[in-house]
């Protein structure tokens, strides 16, 4: 197993465990780069670290944003690593475990749900507007602000109507800003 497979693992899993928006390997000022991190509503963060090898875990330990978990990402913290590497009772406080099971993915330990510190929250800010600059910077000399408008134009360039399937920008549903954190 690679860990570039393993983190493309993390990625599907956080899709299913309804995360909206998801990363992978994206760096924030705090030095802490997130193998993937997804939200879910109300800003509620997952961080998921795959680890392939007992010193890739054990060396994740010495990380300054482990030794200060508060300075860390993620509301909920899981480590993914193949069968029987982690120990459950190996894992820092509140972190959760997921463990390869062929080709699926098994929680073994759940992770508790509120680790994420203003500090943390801060980074994963960082986090956030360091990857829509990068996005930004791809698609100069377009703005972010008007890639972000693709729909007025596919309005204007169909004479004012939508293209079927879209909805106008007023009648999208933000599942950022509603509901309840533990969905």
Known sequence: ??????????????????CGVVLSEQ???????PDAIGWKRQCHS????SKVSRADFLADRAK???QSPETGVGCER???????LICIEELPAGWGL???????????KTSAKNLRSAAGFQNEMNLLL??????EIRIEPESITDF?????????????????GLVAEEEEANGFLLGTAGD
């Open 148 to 164: 972000l408008k693709w729909k007025n134009r596919m309005a204007e360039y169909n004479r004012g109507t939508l293209p079927e």
């Open 98 to 108: 997921l463990e390869m099971s062929g080709r699926d993915i098994e929680r073994l």
């Open 46 to 49: 997952v961080l998921v670290e």
């Open 130 to 135: 360091a990857s829509l600059r990068r996005v």
């Open 27 to 33: 760096a924030c000022v705090s030095g802490e780069m």
């Open 64 to 66: 300054p944003f482990r």
């Open 1 to 18: 197993m690679t860990h570039a497979k393993l983190v493309a693992m993390a990625v599907a899993w956080l899709r299913r465990y309804r």
């Open 78 to 84: 899981y480590y993914l690593a193949p069968r029987g």
